[in-house]
């Protein structure tokens, strides 16, 4: 078996690290499954808030470009495979851009924090990119302002509940961190 490394140390990843990554995939399919659904865009009829992309902003912020991007591969593939069937192609679709957006919120987690919390638009913009290239999205559909519109609602969202979450978990990472880890 290949030991997972850090790309900031270089070392290998310890249980604790890929325990909180597991924690995390397993938290992104739930919200995924059993809230995320429920949450209707305001702004775009039949659209919701997916706010189970939070997590895998989260995971990068807190715990390095490899978590996250393990957290956003992982929990969009394990979700992807539970979803409904009219939403398993946008999920299987988004499992590379979440993947990456974990990546990118690892690195910005790294340099600025708060503003690490806007990389959830580059999650947004990779997906519209895979739906619009195979389809699952219409051209004319994001030519509306109305599209526009909701993605601002959900990003605003997005970023306000990443702050949250990143304020309240960070101490409780760093403490136990520092208890063994």
């Known amino acids: 078996m290949l030991p997972m490394l850090t790309p900031r140390e270089g070392r290998q990843m310890s249980t604790r690290q890929i325990a909180y990554g597991a924690v995390l995939a397993g938290l992104y399919v739930v919200i995924g499954q059993f809230l995320t659904p ?88 990779l997906n519209i990119a895979a739906f619009l290239m195979l389809r699952l999205l219409p051209l004319n559909q994001v030519a509306v302002a109305i599209f526009w519109s909701g993605l601002l609602v959900e990003t605003a969202v997005d970023v306000v509940v990443i702050w949250i979450l990143v304020g309240l978990l960070r101490p409780l990472v760093s403490t136990a961190a520092a208890a063994g880890g």
Request: glycine share 12%; proline share 6%; net charge positive.
């Open 38 to 125: 429920y949450l209707r865009n305001p702004m775009v009829p039949g659209a919701i808030i997916a706010i189970n992309m939070v997590v895998v902003v989260v995971a990068g912020i807190l715990f390095g470009p490899t978590i996250g991007s393990l957290v956003g591969f992982v929990g969009t593939l394990i979700n992807a495979l539970f979803s409904e069937t009219g939403s398993r192609p946008f999920e299987f679709a988004a499992v590379i851009p979440h993947t990456i957006m974990g990546y990118v919120a690892g690195l910005a987690g790294r340099a600025n924090r708060t503003l690490a919390a806007l990389t959830i638009v580059v999650g947004h913009a």
